[in-house]
Nanobody, 122 residues
Framework: VQLQASGGGLVQAGDSLRLSCAVS????????MGWFRQAPGKEREFVAE????????EYADSAKGRFAISRDNAKNTVYLQMNSLKLEDTAVYYC????????????????WGQGTLVTVSS
């Protein structure tokens, strides 16, 4: 499975941004897909995931109410819509895939994209 994340950039606080993760090698609806992020000097942390069965979603507390993960099976792509961005959302965002029904932690994921940088300015 190959993952290609894109869509990062420089935005202002309060703006919205949509990240994309293009999946190749397997169909996106056979994997639980997740988004993680890593801010400078911090460990990688879970942001959101969508399960391959039932499309159940999970979010980190920091993402609830502002971020939305979705999957387009026809395009074999997973999205992370980020609204009301805050300075603390600045990080490199990674998409990842696992065959597990529930991931939530980075060690549960087997495949990783290269990351896309999101910078939120005041």
């Amino acid at each position: 499975v190959q993952l290609q994340a894109s869509g990062g950039g420089l935005v202002q606080a309060g703006d919205s941004l949509r990240l994309s993760c293009a999946v190749s090698g397997r169909t996106v609806n056979t994997y639980t897909m997740g988004w993680f992020r890593q801010a400078p000097g911090k460990e990688r942390e879970f942001v959101a995931e969508i399960s391959w069965i039932g499309s159940n979603t999970e979010y980190a507390d920091s993402a609830k109410g502002r971020f939305a993960i979705s999957r387009d099976n026809a395009k074999n792509t997973v999205y992370l819509q980020m609204n009301s961005l805050k300075l603390e959302d600045t990080a490199v965002y990674y998409c990842a895939a696992t065959r597990a029904l529930v991931g939530l932690t980075s060690r549960a994921y087997d495949y990783w994209g290269q990351g896309t940088l999101v910078t939120v300015s005041s």
